[in-house]
């Protein structure tokens, strides 16, 4: 029996002479030169599981460097496919665009946010082949819900101004890709959670600082109208339901005196709304549930020194406390630079992080075990942030 490895080892050199034959190949667009999809070997022995088959991960790209690209993770062969979207859609002009800043799959369909392209490229899941793309401005990030897609957009042009205009939440139907609604929301807002009948989204009123946006709006799905804004705290970013259907609001402070924090909203007792029912006094630029935990990173910055401050924790999701302050446990967290992107495999439990290192070349994707130890690492994009799985 031929092993495993020595089978992507065959597999990686033919596809190393496609791509190496495709350099010289004349494509579709006029003077421009389709970028091969580069592979790497994932290290190790990635898990072959009946639910996952691997994952997408979109790299942001520096702004203004129309950089976006996407890659995917194989674990069904064990490769890492760099940069797919270009030698799978050769006739696409500038490629993916500018600055990635989501990724969902839904059905058969993966979204990609592109948010200074101001559209969502729409992507067959299994191919990566594009199928059509969806215009709107200023997109941020991407939910689903009942056979439509809800994309949350600043509305307004990308610059900092205080007079920048309310954002809002644009209703997508998955099957034509047409925009069917929107509602107006709170200043810039980010990232949504649909919990029964109503979505929760996080404005952050980053344009406008210093004067930041504070609340998380409600919207009822069936009207599609935004019923509540809920005060939590300045400059939100972003959402997270639990088991409990709490929801976990992050707040990146004002980076000079009030510092990033962690809410808690659910129903009180006797109440039948949502209100925030805990602050977590830690730092959080992102964060993933799995059971009844929370891993979280901060990259905490801070006008004053010109520094960040970076930390990785578990928190129980049940008591509300902090059970860990590094969820990485042998040590190489001192390898990464910038954190940038964190999921969890929905199977195995493995952890992944990103690092976006100097925000202008490669990034680095790290794999650790449940358990918070090195598994492997393989070379990005510019800017890893999003990942989204892809079920088998």
């Known amino acids: 029996m ?6 992507r080892t065959i597999f990686l050199y ?3 002479l496609l791509a190496v034959a495709g350099k010289g ?23 072959v599981t009946s639910v996952i088959r691997g994952f997408y991960l979109v790299n942001e790209g520096n702004m203004g460097s129309n950089k976006c690209t996407v890659d995917f993770c194989d674990f069904t062969t064990g490769l890492y496919a760099r940069n797919i979207y270009a030698e799978r859609n050769p006739d ?29 490229e729409v992507l067959d899941a299994r191919s990566g082949i594009r199928i059509g793309q969806v215009d709107i401005p200023n997109c941020r990030y991407v939910r689903f819900y009942r056979g ?24 997508v139907d998955t099957a034509s890709l047409a925009v069917t609604r929107r509602v107006s929301v709170g200043y810039q807002p980010e990232e949504m959670e ?17 004067a930041y946006d504070n609340t998380v709006s409600v919207i009822q799905m069936i009207d599609f109208k935004q019923v509540e804004q809920i005060p939590v705290g300045i400059n939100l970013h972003r959402v997270k339901q639990d088991r409990y259907r709490q929801l976990w609001v992050s707040s990146r402070g004002d980076y000079n005196t009030r510092p990033s924090r962690l809410y808690v909203l659910g129903r009180k007792p006797g109440y039948n709304r949502y209100a925030v029912t805990d602050t977590i006094p830690v730092a959080c630029s992102n964060m993933a549930v799995r059971g009844d935990s929370l891993f979280y990173y901060a990259t ?24 860990s302050t590094n969820f990485i446990t042998d040590g190489t967290e001192r390898e990464i630079t910038i954190p940038y992107g964190i999921a969890i495999h929905p199977e195995t439990g493995d952890i992944f992080v ?39």
């Open 25 to 47: 190949a004349t494509s579709c667009r006029e003077d421009e030169l389709v970028v091969p999809t580069e592979y790497d070997i994932i290290p190790g022995n990635p898990p």
């Open 300 to 323: 905490e910055w801070n006008d004053y020194t010109s520094s960040n401050t970076i930390s990785y924790g578990i928190i129980d999701i049940r008591s509300k406390q902090v059970v």
């Open 92 to 120: 696409v002009i500038k490629e993916l665009g500018d600055v990635g800043n989501d990724i969902g799959i839904y059905g058969s369909k993966l979204y990609i946010v592109v948010n200074c392209s101001h559209k969502v």
């Open 148 to 171: 439509k897609a809800y994309v949350s957009s600043y509305v307004g042009p990308v610059l900092i101004d205080p007079d920048a205009p309310k954002g809002a939440i644009f209703e």
């Open 194 to 210: 649909i919990v029964g009948d109503y979505m929760y989204v996080a404005n952050s009123g980053g344009y406008r600082a210093p």
């Open 354 to 392: 990103t690092d976006a290192r100097n925000y202008v070349s490669s990034g680095t994707l790290y794999c650790f075990s449940p358990d918070g130890k090195k598994k492997w690492s393989v070379r990005t994009g510019d800017i890893p942030a999003h990942i989204a799985f892809l079920p088998e």
């Open 2 to 7: 031929i092993s495993p490895h020595i089978t």
């Open 14 to 16: 033919f596809l190393t």
